[in-house]
Nanobody, 111 residues
Framework: VQLVESGGGLVQPGGSLRLSCAAS????????MTWYRQAPGKEREYVATIFSPGGITNYADSVKGRFTISRDNAKNTVYLQMNSLKPEDTAVYYCKTRRYWGQGTQVTVSS
């Protein structure tokens, strides 16, 4: 199993980013996919899940209404669209399925 995140970077408050997580080595369309994040000096925290099958989604209260998780089963990729970004969204963002984690991608929200 391999999970590779991309799309992080530096963005101003109020801006947007779209993260991607490319998956391989398993039947992607059969498994739930989840995004987590870890800010400096803090524990890793839950962000969002997209369930499979069905595509039902769930979000942490802190990102609800601003972030959208989606998946493209044809591309074995899960996305996290992040809008109205705040400085407190600054973190390393990880995707996860079952016990497998990606290496993370850094998101920094700063003016």
């Amino acid at each position: 199993v391999q999970l590779v995140e991309s799309g992080g970077g530096l963005v101003q408050p109020g801006g947007s980013l779209r993260l991607s997580c490319a998956a391989s080595g398993f039947a992607f369309n059969s498994y739930d996919m989840t995004w987590y994040r870890q800010a400096p000096g803090k524990e890793r925290e839950y962000v969002a899940t997209i369930f499979s099958p069905g595509g039902i989604t769930n979000y942490a209260d802190s990102v609800k209404g601003r972030f959208t998780i989606s998946r493209d089963n044809a591309k074995n990729t899960v996305y996290l669209q992040m809008n109205s970004l705040k400085p407190e969204d600054t973190a390393v963002y990880y995707c996860k399925t079952r016990r497998y984690w990606g290496q993370g991608t850094q998101v920094t929200v700063s003016s």
